[in-house]
Nanobody, 126 residues
Framework: QVQLVESGGGSVQAGGSLRLSCEAS?????MGWFRQAAGEEREGVAG???????TYADSVKGRFTISQDSTKNTLYLQMNSLKPEDTAKYYC???????????????????????WGQGTQVTVSS
């Protein structure tokens, strides 16, 4: 059974920093961070593609950094220059790779996010 456990959330003032961690019970290359603010839909924050290429939502570019320690099956999100609008519950997610099938492209690339953690709350005060 795959488990993802987030940690590192908390309350900080605007301009502060937090580092979120997500420990997985299985090794994944395709992982990402999402967040959901109260009354809002869940949105993608940052992700790692199957080749390790990071992607970021425009709202966090230049402030957040996603990284992965494959030896520890752990995903990180370093969050700097936090703003009140970053307040949300943050979730990590993992996506299995697409299978390699002869004649079918896309083998090894990231499929849809299938596994989710329980989330960790981040609150940024002004």
């Amino acid at each position: 059974q795959v488990q993802l456990v987030e940690s590192g959330g908390g309350s900080v003032q605007a301009g502060g920093s937090l580092r979120l961690s997500c420990e997985a019970s299985y090794s994944f290359r395709c992982m990402g961070w999402f967040r959901q603010a109260a009354g809002e839909e869940r949105e993608g924050v940052a992700g790692l593609d199957s080749d390790g290429t990071p992607t970021y939502a425009d709202s966090v570019k230049g402030r957040f950094t996603i990284s992965q320690d494959s030896t520890k099956n752990t995903l990180y999100l370093q969050m700097n220059s936090l703003k009140p609008e970053d307040t949300a519950k943050y979730y990590c997610a993992a996506a299995p790779p697409r299978p390699f099938i002869e004649g079918v492209p896309g083998g090894g690339s990231c499929s849809e996010y299938k596994y989710w953690g329980q989330g960790t709350q981040v609150t940024v005060s002004s």
